[in-house]
């Protein structure tokens, strides 16, 4: 399973535009990059989710750079709901059966 | 139902004790995956069902520790002889099959069931 590396935390003001990016280096050919948000006492919840270039949807955009050794979230105009871990994948396939979730990113909006 | 259920929400045990905990996936998944999160840390793979067979329970941490899915749809993970280290958030999720050349298909976690072993 491909391993993931991400920062532990990062803090932001509301109204600004946000991104993790995440380091995945061993990434298999057919892997795919997914990235999940949870909240305290929640389960993760599916943002977004791409194989290669940009993927947009309306909470986020996902960018994979041509050698797909890494990712970029973006989250645009964050709000204080938005604080919550989030967790970059790779490989949650179902022929895998499993993914390596990290500790995830830690992403603090203040006022 | 509209997504993930698992009961009990919370249920604390003493040590050595038997628990089970259950998991109601999304009607028509077919993947169902459990996971176990211990506070600070990410949730960490503990099985994976396709269908009713178990495809991988590489992540179970000992024999204490079984899981079923008779009829493919509702599992039950089963934990003799609790410890004290069981303590931690157990998360279910599910996936509907339906993948082709690797495509990953989005996983829908329910609340978890929070153990606690006294």
């Known amino acids: 399973l491909a391993k993931t590396t991400q920062p532990i935390s990062m803090d932001s003001y509301e109204g600004q535009e946000v991104n993790i990016t995440c380091s995945h280096n061993?990434?298999?050919?057919?892997?795919?990059i997914t990235w999940y948000q949870q909240f305290p006492s929640q389960g993760p919840r599916f943002i977004i989710q791409?194989?290669?270039t940009k993927v947009t949807n309306e909470v986020a955009s996902l960018f994979i750079p041509a050698d797909r050794k890494s990712s970029t979230l973006s989250l645009p105009r964050v709000s204080l709901s938005d604080t919550a871990v989030y967790y970059c994948?790779?490989?949650?396939?179902?022929?895998?059966?499993?993914?390596?979730f990290g500790d995830g990113t830690t992403l603090t909006v203040k006022p | 139902g509209a997504g993930v259920s698992q009961t009990p929400s919370n249920k604390v045990t003493e040590k050595g004790k038997y628990v089970e905990l259950r998991c109601d996936p999304i009607?028509?998944?077919?993947?169902l995956y459990w996971y176990r999160q211990s506070l600070g840390q990410g949730p960490e793979f503990l099985i994976y069902?396709?269908?009713?067979?178990?495809?991988?329970d590489s992540g179970l941490p000992n024999d204490r520790f079984f899981a079923v899915r008779p009829e493919g749809s509702v599992s039950t993970l089963k934990i003799q002889r609790t410890e004290r280290g069981d303590s931690a958030v157990y998360l279910c999720?599910?996936?509907?099959?339906?993948?082709?050349?690797?495509?990953?298909?989005?996983?829908?976690f329910g609340q978890g069931t929070r153990l606690t072993v006294v």
């Open positions: 069902f396709q269908g009713t067979g178990a495809a991988d």
């Open positions: 009607s028509g998944h077919t993947a």
């Open positions: 994948l790779v490989g949650f396939n179902t022929n895998a059966g499993k993914s390596t």
């Open positions: 061993n990434i298999a050919t057919n892997d795919y």
């Open positions: 791409g194989y290669k």
């Open positions: 999720a599910s996936s509907s099959e339906g993948h082709s050349g690797g495509k990953s298909t989005e996983a829908f």
